[in-house]
């Protein structure tokens, strides 16, 4: 049976990534949190991990000898990047150094799969329309800063000492369990709050006109998955729905879906000081190389946000 690490699974996305390992690809998982994270998965056996610390990292590899790591531990929040962009210069790249350094010095090649991000392309998603992974980058915020960093240093290491890297370029994924931070679940936590009577009945939003490529998190740690097993050493792959969505649609999707009267507002705070117009992946090199493609609509996934939420408030 194949091991497999996942390297920041107390986030949004590695109890998901953990199922689909396990469930789905039949790995021996293992996981890891900050000491801080109250984080368990009845489906791997979870340590304590700091990246910071590149002597607990090589440690633990040594210890688990894994076949994949996933690697998402990470500061993945555009707003906080802009509050705190030495908090995310540390994690993100630091970090990232880290790890590379310590999966170097192994002595067997595990494939260790590096997760950035869409937020990387920046203004060239406006220049370009769909962007494809030929497409350069040109970040406009500190969190793509690090993720396109973060790129680059893998395929450095990558072709300088033979390791097996993939880096993946993963849009906006959402679902339910995401923190509010993030617009759906900013949006569909408003919506369950007005709807229990426990704000007064306005939506607060940032910019609407914005277009984003939205993708399940269930079918992005598919695609995780997937590359790990199949994919090119060395490579980038865009992993995304290939159609970006308005987020005033996003807006009218989930607000249709209440029987609450709601007013919207504009909330200065939640403007960003530069904000891409459209962002949209070409995901053709990911569906022809590996053969993955999304399954999930993005109706399906605002549904299970929207319950998951008023499940909690």
Same mark, same amino acid.
């Given at each position: 049976?194949?091991?497999?690490?996942?390297?920041?699974?107390?986030?949004?996305?590695?109890?998901?990534?953990?199922?689909?390992?396990?469930?789905?690809?039949?790995?021996?998982?293992?996981?890891?949190?900050?000491?801080?994270?109250?984080?368990?998965?009845?489906?791997?056996?979870?340590?304590?991990? /700091? $990246?910071? @610390? %590149?002597?607990?990292?090589?440690? #633990?590899?040594?210890?688990?000898?894994? !076949? +994949?790591?996933?690697? =998402?531990?990470?500061?993945?929040?555009?707003?906080?990047?802009?509050?705190?962009?030495?908090?995310?210069? /540390? $994690?993100? @790249? %630091?970090?990232?150094?880290?790890? #590379?350094?310590?999966?170097?010095?192994? !002595? +067997?090649?595990?494939? =260790?799969?590096?997760?950035?991000?869409?937020?990387?392309?920046?203004?060239?998603?406006?220049?370009?329309?769909? $962007?494809?992974?030929?497409?350069?980058?040109?970040?406009?915020?500190?969190?793509?800063?690090?993720?396109?960093?973060?790129?680059?240093?893998?395929?450095?290491?990558?072709?300088?000492?033979?390791?097996?890297?993939?880096?993946?370029?993963?849009?906006?994924?959402?679902?339910?369990?995401?923190?509010?931070?993030?617009?759906?679940?900013?949006?569909?936590?408003?919506?369950?709050?007005?709807?229990?009577?426990?704000?007064?009945?306005?939506?607060?939003?940032?910019?609407?006109?914005?277009?984003?490529?939205?993708?399940?998190?269930?079918?992005?740690?598919?695609?995780?998955?997937?590359?790990?097993?199949?994919?090119?050493?060395?490579?980038?792959?865009?992993?995304?729905?290939?159609?970006?969505?308005?987020?005033?649609?996003?807006?009218?999707?989930?607000?249709?879906?209440?029987?609450?009267?709601?007013?919207?507002?504009?909330?200065?705070?939640?403007?960003?000081?530069?904000?891409?117009?459209?962002?949209?992946?070409?995901?053709?090199?990911?569906?022809?190389?590996?053969?993955?493609?999304?399954?999930?609509?993005?109706?399906?996934?605002?549904?299970?946000?929207?319950?998951?939420?008023?499940?909690?408030?």
């Amino acid at each position: 049976m194949k091991k497999a690490l996942v390297i920041g699974a107390a986030g949004f996305v590695g109890g998901y990534l953990i199922d689909c390992l396990k469930n789905e690809f039949g790995m021996e998982v293992t996981g890891t949190r900050l000491t801080n994270q109250n984080f368990t998965h009845e489906g791997a056996e979870i340590f304590d991990l /700091d $990246i910071m @610390i %590149k002597e607990k990292i090589s440690a #633990l590899l040594e210890k688990i000898h894994p !076949d +994949y790591i996933f690697h =998402l531990a990470a500061q993945s929040s555009v707003a906080v990047s802009w509050k705190n962009p030495q908090l995310t210069v /540390d $994690i993100n @790249i %630091k970090g990232t150094l880290n790890l #590379l350094d310590a999966v170097r010095e192994l !002595d +067997y090649k595990p494939t =260790l799969l590096l997760v950035g991000s869409g937020e990387e392309y920046g203004a060239s998603g406006a220049e370009h329309g769909q $962007i494809n992974e030929e497409t350069v980058p040109k970040p406009g915020n500190v969190y793509a800063a690090t993720k396109a960093t973060q790129n680059m240093l893998g395929s450095i290491y990558a072709k300088a000492y033979s390791l097996r890297i993939i880096s993946v370029r993963a849009f906006n994924h959402i679902g339910a369990g995401q923190a509010e931070t993030f617009v759906v679940s900013d949006f569909c936590k408003q919506v369950a709050e007005i709807e229990k009577g426990k704000k007064e009945p306005c939506l607060y939003v940032g910019n609407l006109s914005a277009y984003r490529d939205f993708t399940d998190v269930r079918d992005v740690v598919r695609a995780y998955a997937m590359l790990a097993e199949s994919g090119k050493y060395g490579e980038t792959y865009n992993v995304g729905s290939g159609h970006a969505i308005q987020i005033q649609t996003i807006l009218d999707k989930i607000i249709a879906r209440s029987t609450a009267r709601i007013e919207v507002k504009i909330d200065e705070k939640k403007l960003r000081p530069v904000d891409v117009p459209k962002i949209e992946a070409d995901v053709s090199k990911i569906k022809k190389e590996v053969g993955w493609e999304p399954k999930l609509s993005i109706d399906d996934t605002i549904d299970d946000v929207l319950d998951w939420w008023r499940k909690r408030v």
